[in-house]
């Protein structure tokens, strides 16, 4: 549809070629290279493809089947295994897109955490090194931490982590393996690439959902699920407003929005806020 109305913003990505046409000066040399001929050791090759699929399918699943097997689909570990494989294969967006179902089934439906310990998660995941997605492997400790079973809490969650991690990443690494030489056939496909765009203006809705929900649950210590037929609204006790992080959240929002303060800086003033409040004793 945007192709036909010409809205540019729905239409079709273009090749290599024609992209660097649009850029001044020479293509890079990745671009220059396929604007020509796709390299013969990126073209779609099925038999390789099959090898490469068989083999991911076989390390990404041998977990699983062994936990079910061994432990039972009720052991903590199963279902740690089952829900993030679960998220992984069925959800798009990047992490923070993911982030909002994560929290709402691991907070409200499994009860592996309080929803303060998932604001906790989110924030060590979002100030120490690696990817967002890392947090899944918070999530994972904390839920086998809580359920060891017969063994010690902490190596339970150790292995729940990893676990956790695990079944998360090796979905990726067998798109990406099987998926990677049909890229540039399927860079040409007006239709997909018009698909792919409308699938990330959702993606904003689903962002903007996470915001919510952890907004709600970082100024209200009470927050209620009120369900309307097929909606879930996150509804919050007025009462349990805490003050000082409304109070924090409107200085970041003056700094970032009104004042034009950088990123850092704003965290640094909010954090040491924070700081001074905990150790005044005002919280």
Known sequence: LGNAWGMPG????????????????????????????????????????????????????????????????????TRIAYFFTKMSTVTFGGAYAILAYMAQQAVEHYHWLAPGEMLAGLGMAETTPGPLISVVQFVGFMAAYRHPGGLSPVVAGT???????????????????????????????????????TITAAVVGVILNLAVWFGLHTLFARVAARHIYALTLQVPDWSSLDRWSLLLSAIAAILLFRLKVGMMTTLGVCCAA????HLLGWL
């Open 274 to 277: 924070g700081v001074a409040v």
């Open 10 to 77: 729905l239409q079709g990505g273009a090749s290599h070629a024609r992209a660097g046409a649009m850029e001044d000066g020479p293509l890079p040399a990745i671009d220059a290279a396929f604007a020509q001929e796709v390299p013969p050791h990126v073209r779609p090759d099925h038999r390789r493809i099959l090898k490469v699929f068989a083999v991911c399918l076989v390390v990404w699943l041998t977990p699983l089947v062994v936990l079910a097997l061994t432990a039972g689909p009720n052991n903590t570990f």
């Open 159 to 197: 292995l729940g982590g990893i676990l956790a991690k695990w079944v998360t990443f090796a979905p990726s690494f067998l798109i990406i393996f099987v998926g990677a030489p049909y890229m540039e056939a399927l860079r040409n496909n007006k239709a997909l690439a018009a698909v792919l765009t």
